[in-house]
């Protein structure tokens, strides 16, 4: 006599399906969904993601890249960032794009973008950012800025 395995009727697994089917969206999404035999991920947009110059960069700026412009040009380039064009910005951001990258800063990260591009520009600039056409610029910082010798000061000489 030949056995003949069993069968087994899976009525179960069309209903559970049903059922996962039936949830609302917003429940489905805040579920973590598996990526991996042992890894699983929440279905939202990482913190880099929504804020782009928070993504962590690590750059060694090649020889090529001889002006701290060109290191930003560098840095933006991935970021769907750009810097913003030269009638927007004075004349105090050219010279600050003109100069020479600095030894120290030819190697920066592991750092958010926001940083890197701060360190670039040192103390007496300050970052500015235009989320909406995806645009970065720098300003020179009022404490930075040489103080005038007012009329007063003048007149006690």
């Given at each position: 006599?030949?056995d003949?395995?069993?069968?087994?009727?899976?009525?179960?697994?069309?209903?559970?399906?049903?059922?996962?089917?039936?949830?609302?969206?917003?429940?489905?999404?805040?579920?973590?969904?598996?990526?991996?035999?042992?890894?699983?991920?929440?279905?939202?947009?990482?913190?880099?993601?929504?804020?782009?110059?928070?993504?962590?960069?690590?750059?060694r700026?090649?020889?090529?890249?001889?002006?701290?412009?060109q290191?930003?040009?560098?840095?933006?380039?991935?970021?769907?960032?750009?810097?913003?064009?030269?009638?927007?910005?004075?004349?105090q951001?050219?010279?600050?794009?003109?100069l020479?990258l600095?030894?120290?800063?030819?190697?920066?990260?592991?750092?958010p973008?926001?940083?890197?591009?701060?360190t670039?520009?040192?103390?007496?600039?300050?970052?500015?950012?235009?989320?909406?056409?995806?645009?970065?610029?720098?300003e020179?910082?009022?404490s930075?800025?040489?103080v005038?010798?007012t009329?007063?000061?003048?007149?006690?000489?």
């Amino acid at each position: 006599m030949i056995d003949r395995p069993k069968r087994h009727s899976f009525t179960v697994l069309p209903c559970a399906l049903a059922v996962l089917c039936a949830l609302p969206l917003s429940v489905a999404a805040t579920q973590e969904v598996q990526v991996g035999r042992y890894s699983s991920v929440r279905p939202v947009p990482t913190a880099e993601q929504i804020n782009l110059l928070s993504a962590l960069v690590t750059v060694r700026f090649p020889e090529t890249v001889a002006t701290v412009g060109q290191a930003v040009d560098h840095l933006l380039g991935p970021s769907g960032y750009r810097l913003a064009p030269d009638s927007v910005a004075g004349p105090q951001r050219a010279a600050l794009l003109a100069l020479s990258l600095p030894e120290p800063h030819r190697s920066l990260g592991p750092m958010p973008l926001r940083t890197a591009l701060e360190t670039l520009a040192g103390p007496a600039f300050r970052l500015v950012e235009d989320p909406v056409h995806r645009l970065v610029s720098f300003e020179r910082c009022e404490s930075s800025l040489p103080v005038r010798p007012t009329a007063a000061s003048d007149e006690t000489r």
